[in-house]
């Protein structure tokens, strides 16, 4: 797939995500740009986060990403005609304490996209809300609860919450969530 200026960010994560599978790498799309896969007509991130979980020996990704138009610049990817920034924050892939071990991959024709699953996204999104009272990421938490019902394990959120003491911050998601709908 040929990136440009008009690709999507979905598009441009299946891409990415093939080429560095093809060399020997496998990297999970998380933080904003898992949410945009999941609810884009309610988030649009800017950039997409993957955190490289397994690396073949010998194999080389700067080499797979300049394939697709990209340059490393200091610390992440810029690509010649999209404007979608590539970040390969360190790992592990987890949510707060919790290390994601299991995740989904999406197809799409020849593509593949590795990603934390609808109900991770939510807890990572979560995350800034209940850690930092950031309301935007709260509403994207909803936005990707309300998308993917039934996939979201709210049960599996509540007792996240919980175990960061902040139930109360998950009530207040649940009723967001039930506005929404």
């Given at each position: 797939m040929k990136i440009s200026r008009s690709t999507s960010l979905s598009d441009t994560a299946f891409a990415v995500?093939?080429?560095?599978d093809e060399a020997g790498i496998t990297a999970v799309l998380t933080g904003g740009s898992a949410a945009t896969?999941?609810?884009p007509h309610a988030y649009q991130s800017r950039d997409?986060?993957?955190i490289v979980e397994l690396r073949a020996r010998g194999s080389n990704a700067n080499e797979a990403l300049i394939s697709l138009g990209y340059q490393l610049e200091v610390d992440h990817y810029l690509h010649n005609e999209?404007?979608?920034i590539l970040e390969f924050p360190s790992g592990p892939l987890a949510v707060g304490g919790d290390l994601i071990r299991e995740w989904d991959t999406l197809r799409k024709e020849d593509y593949l996209l590795h990603i934390i699953n609808p109900t991770d996204s939510c807890r990572d999104?979560?995350?800034g809300f209940l850690f930092w009272?950031?309301?935007g990421s709260l509403e994207q938490a909803v936005a990707v609860a309300a998308a993917q019902t039934p996939r979201v394990n709210l049960e599996a959120i509540r007792s996240w919450c919980n175990s960061e003491s902040r139930?109360?911050?998950f009530?207040?998601?649940?009723?967001t969530l039930r506005q929404h709908r």
């Open positions: 995500c093939s080429a560095l896969v999941y609810a997409l986060d993957f999209n404007p979608l999104r979560l995350a009272n950031d309301r139930l109360e911050k009530m207040e998601f649940e009723r």
